[in-house]
């Protein structure tokens, strides 16, 4: 397995210290992302990169908002400068919403047609030159410099459309949290897609994680965390629920739907009362975090984005009585 920890917040001093704090405590990679609200994925990767010492830095791409061609000459540039410590994360928008603040205004499945493309530019980098016309992207005999040692690609998805393009050109596909049932049908589709392709893929999940000494300790932190959200915040998941056309952040309607939130065994998805992005938390003891990730890793999971909404230790405790007993790449 390996462990990406999902970097949060606006200040900037709290993502270093946690980008430290996951450089120090086993994590493999810290994710980076690309939102309206947060700061330039590139810009940040280089400075974090200066601060650490093994980490590696999985870089989010809006194919709505970049060309591949920049992002190739981005990936390859800080890939010298770092050492090869960099992957991509091609994302395409969840909320017609959101992107259309930003003048994007096509539908879900058009999105996805130009991130295909996207990525198929992106395999093409190591050639010595690129020709190439789409209905989004037009390159003619072009050359991606710097070269260096082509990225980790994966792409993120739950979507038909999604898991197509993954299984035809990434070397990951991630999607967001599901129950176990979810999670592996969702691994095993991908995946017999690919073989199809003549390619094998790997896949990851990006979810939340309580984890604590004791499960009852646990689902207190749980119950506590729920407590702080406000009726306005909830209000606003609500709206995006009505208006998002992401396939995996609708998939929290029926997350919510259950008993106290009580999805599966150690699954609890009060989150998604609020969050934009995560609608399950893995909460449990530590060896209860550790047998659900071993689950998971048991229907086709092996690359874990984790976060910690309910405090500001959880890089530690994961670090100290999860990552270690856990098996790593």
Known sequence: MEFCWNLQGEA????????????RHGFDAALIVSLQMAMDPWILA???????????????????LVLPSYTAKAVNTLNLI????????????????????EGNFERHIDRYRRTEEFVSILRMAAEESITFQGDYYRLNQFRVTPQAPPPRIFVAGSSPQALATAARYADFCVIYARDFAGAGETFAT?????????????CGLLIDVIARSASDEAWQAAEALSATFSRRDKKMKSL??????SVGIAEHKELLA???YRVDRHLWSGIAQISTAHGLSIVGSYREVIDTLRHYEALGADYFLLSGMAGDREIERLGEYVLPYVPTS
């Open 46 to 64: 280089t400075q974090l990169a200066t601060q650490t010492e093994r980490l590696r830095f999985l870089v989010a791409q809006n194919t709505n």
């Open 258 to 260: 259950h008993e106290d």
């Open 82 to 101: 770092t050492g090869s410590r960099i992957d991509l994360n091609i994302v395409t928008g969840s909320s017609h919403l959101e992107l259309g603040k």
């Open 12 to 23: 900037y001093a709290d993502i270093v210290r946690q980008t430290q704090l996951a450089d």
């Open 190 to 202: 991908v995946k017999q897609q690919a073989q199809a392709y003549g390619r094998s893929i790997r």
């Open 240 to 245: 995006l629920l009505k208006t998002v056309d």
